[in-house]
């Protein structure tokens, strides 16, 4: 038997409305008991005083982009990076070079991620065969191979009745479909947010309705089928006030995120050229923030998730027309929701602990992002008095094309456990 001791941190664990200073007592990978002053002798004493313990983070919206393109990251290195960030759980999405639209390619991913052994990846599969739009995926074959959900993302279902009749078979299968919301004939040849940096940047801008209207779709014709819709990071006044009605009619087939980047920070960021903060829905003006961190204090919004889309360097010294869209983030995703929600006093801590562990176990039906007794013992502990500014060259992930590159963070993941093995400790690695 194994055992470890986590004494004297600041436990915060939302699934369980547990917010005090505890012990953590684990045993052969599971949480044995939680309370103050804890004397079981363990194998290993982890001091925690001065720090906040979670559940391990949970993000639904992860490229790992093996197999295929090894060169941008691996599922090795894209694990290191979510160690880092407290982040012990992911859906890796499917557009992969091929795309995991058989069962073939999640078999791949899920033994891969078994024979690694250091976070839990749980692969999504393709809507459409190579989400292209046209035919929809054997969904039940991906589903008994091990997917977790089915997605096009990266691209949008443009058919109406080939999206309707997706959402059809995915109720039968009984699996979530991840919708990413954009209207192809708005967005084409878009770069970034129409508006008036786009203006002075003499860029092709996509318009906030592409995905207003793609939402809209995606709600009604859920709504029409019944199947569990997940919305992917939602970024736009007019995707808010959609949710937000969908949510007043009590649609609890339907589910929304917001990646941290589109309440954090506005399409400013590309001035310069910048092209780390080219992405895809883009960084948008002010008022869509607001909008968001709106939806976000009233509760419309159900978690939070990094859309971490990692590049190798010369896709991202392209001029700004050509590079690639995308940004790392599993590194910074805890820290930038408590810099921008928790010390802007939007939100309390407890709220961004919920929206980055039980909410989003609940929408993939997994048992993790608590700290029950008898759960797997999939930990981060956090110090959140940390101050800290993010160099990409220090990262663990291949892709070092992070948008918040420069930026002064606070709080930081210090350690994480996984499965009752510590697994990242003070910026390394642990191999046991």
Same mark, same amino acid.
Request: proline share 3%; net charge negative; charged share 25%.
């Given at each position: 038997m194994?055992?470890?001791?986590?004494?004297?941190g /600041?436990?915060?664990d939302?699934?369980?409305?547990?917010?005090?200073?505890?012990?953590?007592?684990?045993?052969?990978?599971?949480i044995?008991?939680?309370?103050?002053?804890?004397?079981?002798?363990?194998?290993e !004493?982890?001091?925690?005083?001065?720090?906040?313990? !979670?559940?391990?983070?949970?993000?639904?919206?992860v490229?790992?982009?093996?197999?295929?393109?090894? &060169?941008?990251?691996?599922?090795?290195?894209?694990?290191?990076?979510?160690?880092?960030?407290?982040?012990t759980?992911?859906?890796a999405?499917?557009?992969?070079n091929?795309?995991?639209?058989?069962?073939?390619?999640?078999?791949?991913?899920?033994?891969?991620?078994?024979?690694?052994?250091?976070?839990?990846?749980? %692969?999504?599969?393709?809507?459409?065969?190579?989400?292209?739009?046209?035919?929809?995926?054997?969904m039940?074959?991906?589903?008994?191979a091990?997917?977790?959900?089915? !997605?096009?993302?990266?691209v949008?279902?443009?058919?109406?009745?080939?999206?309707?009749?997706?959402?059809?078979?995915?109720k039968?299968?009984?699996?979530l479909?991840?919708?990413?919301?954009?209207?192809?004939?708005?967005?084409?040849?878009?770069?970034?947010?129409?508006?008036?940096?786009?203006t002075q940047?003499?860029?092709?801008?996509?318009?906030?309705?592409?995905?207003?209207?793609?939402?809209?779709?995606?709600?009604?014709?859920?709504?029409?089928?019944?199947?569990?819709?997940?919305?992917?990071?939602?970024?736009s006044?007019?995707?808010?006030?959609?949710?937000?009605?969908s949510?007043?009619l009590k649609?609890?087939?339907?589910t929304?995120?917001?990646?941290?980047q /589109?309440?954090?920070?506005?399409?400013?960021?590309?001035?310069?050229?910048?092209?780390?903060?080219?992405?895809?829905?883009?960084?948008?003006?002010?008022?869509?923030?607001?909008?968001?961190v709106?939806?976000?204090?009233?509760?419309?919004?159900?978690?939070?998730? !990094? &859309? /971490?889309? %990692?590049?190798?360097?010369?896709?991202?010294?392209? %001029?700004?027309?050509?590079?690639?869209?995308?940004?790392?983030?599993?590194?910074?995703s805890?820290?930038?929701?408590?810099?921008?929600?928790?010390?802007?006093k939007?939100?309390?801590l407890?709220?961004?602990?919920?929206?980055?562990?039980?909410?989003?176990?609940?929408?993939?039906?997994v048992?993790?992002?608590?700290?029950?007794?008898?759960?797997?013992?999939?930990?981060?502990?956090? &110090?959140?008095?940390?101050?800290?500014?993010?160099?990409?060259?220090?990262?663990?992930?291949?892709g070092?094309?992070?948008?918040?590159?420069?930026?002064?963070? /606070?709080?930081?993941?210090?350690?994480?456990?996984?499965?009752?093995?510590?697994?990242?400790?003070?910026?390394?690695?642990?191999?046991?």
């Amino acid at each position: 038997m194994s055992s470890l001791l986590i004494k004297g941190g /600041h436990v915060i664990d939302p699934a369980n409305k547990f917010d005090a200073v505890a012990d953590i007592f684990v045993e052969n990978g599971k949480i044995k008991k939680i309370a103050n002053n804890i004397s079981d002798k363990a194998d290993e !004493t982890i001091d925690a005083k001065g720090l906040t313990v !979670t559940p391990g983070l949970i993000d639904l919206q992860v490229h790992l982009r093996e197999p295929g393109r090894e &060169d941008k990251e691996t599922l090795k290195t894209g694990s290191w990076a979510a160690l880092a960030g407290g982040i012990t759980s992911v859906v890796a999405m499917p557009n992969l070079n091929p795309v995991a639209d058989n069962q073939s390619i999640i078999e791949f991913i899920v033994n891969r991620s078994k024979e690694l052994d250091l976070i839990n990846i749980y %692969p999504a599969g393709a809507t459409t065969r190579g989400q292209h739009g046209k035919m929809i995926s054997e969904m039940n074959e991906l589903k008994n191979a091990g997917a977790i959900a089915v !997605t096009d993302d990266g691209v949008d279902v443009q058919d109406e009745n080939i999206l309707r009749r997706a959402l059809e078979y995915a109720k039968t299968c009984d699996i979530l479909l991840m919708s990413h919301c954009e209207t192809d004939t708005l967005t084409d040849g878009g770069v970034m947010h129409e508006g008036w940096v786009s203006t002075q940047l003499g860029l092709s801008g996509t318009p906030a309705v592409s995905e207003d209207l793609a939402v809209t779709k995606n709600i009604m014709l859920a709504n029409l089928s019944g199947a569990r819709l997940h919305l992917l990071h939602n970024s736009s006044i007019g995707a808010m006030e959609a949710i937000r009605q969908s949510k007043k009619l009590k649609q609890t087939n339907i589910t929304a995120e917001v990646s941290v980047q /589109h309440f954090s920070l506005t399409d400013e960021e590309c001035f310069g050229y910048n092209t780390n903060a080219k992405m895809y829905p883009p960084l948008r003006s002010e008022d869509h923030v607001a909008a968001v961190v709106k939806a976000i204090k009233d509760g419309v919004i159900d978690c939070f998730t !990094t &859309d /971490h889309a %990692p590049h190798i360097e010369p896709d991202k010294l392209e %001029p700004f027309q050509h590079a690639a869209f995308g940004s790392t983030g599993l590194e910074t995703s805890f820290a930038v929701a408590n810099t921008y929600l928790v010390e802007k006093k939007h939100v309390d801590l407890k709220t961004i602990i919920s929206k980055m562990t039980i909410e989003p176990a609940k929408i993939i039906r997994v048992n993790k992002g608590s700290l029950s007794v008898g759960a797997d013992a999939d930990i981060a502990l956090f &110090d959140m008095k940390k101050e800290w500014i993010v160099d990409p060259r220090d990262s663990l992930s291949k892709g070092k094309n992070c948008v918040f590159a420069n930026k002064k963070l /606070h709080g930081k993941c210090v350690q994480t456990i996984v499965g009752g093995k510590l697994k990242y400790a003070n910026g390394q690695i642990i191999h046991k």
